[in-house]
């Protein structure tokens, strides 16, 4: 008997949810200490939509956002909108939408675990595993775009596989084109995805073909009206200049990249970006190394149709990160996350039939992760704050918070641009109206990576 008859499935699964939405929403616009340049950026383009219907550039409700001259996707910045609509523009309203997405990344992780392995038990500790995450952790309480495409991947994924026909196929459509417009990994993971989901279903495609004519017909046609603003940005504006200025520049440079992301250093280590991960934190735990092994050895043993998807997906994951100069890069990177999470699972269930125990190695397994989550949560609680400061730009906060900002008679304010971007703070944090900064707003000419800077507005000078 396992925990999963013990206890009703859905429970289980409810509970897990209510685990997530703790630990993410505890002290969620306290820690981290500031929201950085990217969080700040996406909140006050929210806010200005808000107050006025265009971005800080002054476009009407734009598909791809200037921002700094890097533009931001649509899909996450209109999810701000509606919160900083009912609560204002703070740091809950930028942060809030990624909980939610990624709590629907807890749950699609359940539904495509179980659908790809066949068993409950292991759709309920794929879902567990991705709740206390190292990996998943900071990305999934802060305001990364990243958490909405990963949702919406997950979503196509699940569709496609779940009925690869008829209306399915193009819900799934839809959901890899909101993917791809909300976080710019996802442009490269979901075209690599769709080719790994038709060679899977090898002999059905042209089955799936003749009977669904129609809806595969519209899909394609949905999928081209998507793929052309995308390609217009890239060639006709300047979102080529974005890829430009963070391109690996060579094949070696990419296999590198590539297979740093499955090295024991990264793996153990983690990311040394403040923002990804905590100091002395892996991207997984310890036990999951011994899980990893023996969950292939279960693939290798599963008759299940879709059992080598999650280590081929893994393995696309990396592709967007190896192609940048950061890496490895936990958030560009962030899809392989939940796969690695699923074969955990599997090389636990793969535990439990050498064992031949009946709920032994749930209570052992479940209780082992769960002591090295609260060791990572306490220290996130406690040390994360002090350590990260820096990394999260939280100098302008406190700044742009000083209650004798406002009243300072000083004609001029000088502010060092030493930490990129200080002006989105003092907008964020000071709710700047926006047709105001839009008259008043003096940039400095745009650089050979198309990123921009702002030289004044008001009061304030931003500068070497």
Known sequence: MSLSTLFNQKALLALICLFFLFTRLYKITEIPSSVYWDEAS??????SIVQSGKDEWGESFPLHFRAFGEFKLPVYIYAVVIFVKIFGLNEFSVRFPAVLFSLGVVILTYL?????????????????????????????????????GLTFYFLGILLFIYKPNGKFLLFSTLGFILSAYSYNSFRIIVPLTIIALVIMEGGNIRSIFKKSLYWMVLSL??????????????????????????????????????ISHFSLDFFIRGDKNLRNQQ?????????????????????????????????????????????????????????????????????LLQVKKYLHQKYFVELAGGAIFLLFFLHYFINFLTAYPQQSAEAWQYGYKEIFTDPNLKSDKR??????????????????????????FRDEVIRNSVDKWGSSTVRSFDKFEFGK
């Open 279 to 347: 100091s002395g934190f892996g991207q997984v735990y310890f036990p999951d190394l011994v899980l990893l092994a023996l969950g292939l050895l279960y693939i290798v043993g599963s008759k299940s149709k879709y059992r080598f998807l999650p280590i081929a997906l893994a393995l696309i994951g990396p592709v967007p990160a190896a192609i940048t100069k950061e890496s490895p890069h936990a958030l560009r990177a962030i899809s392989m996350a939940p796969f690695i999470c699923m074969i955990s699972a599997m090389g």
């Open 112 to 148: 495509l675990s179980r659908k790809i392995s066949g068993s409950s038990w292991v759709g309920l500790f794929s879902s567990f595993f991705v709740s206390i995450s190292p990996w998943f952790f900071i990305f999934s309480r802060t305001g990364y775009e990243a958490t909405a």
């Open 411 to 436: 004609e001029k304010i000088y502010i060092s641009d030493e930490n990129g971007q200080p002006y989105i703070f003092a907008l964020f944090y000071l709710k700047y109206d926006p047709e105001k």
């Open 42 to 47: 996406i909140g006050y383009n929210a806010y």
């Open 221 to 258: 046609i949905l999928l081209a009206l998507s793929i052309w603003p995308i390609y217009r940005l890239y060639v006709y504006d300047a979102g080529a200049s974005r890829l430009q200025a963070v391109g690996a520049v060579n094949t070696e440079s990419f296999l590198r990249n590539y």
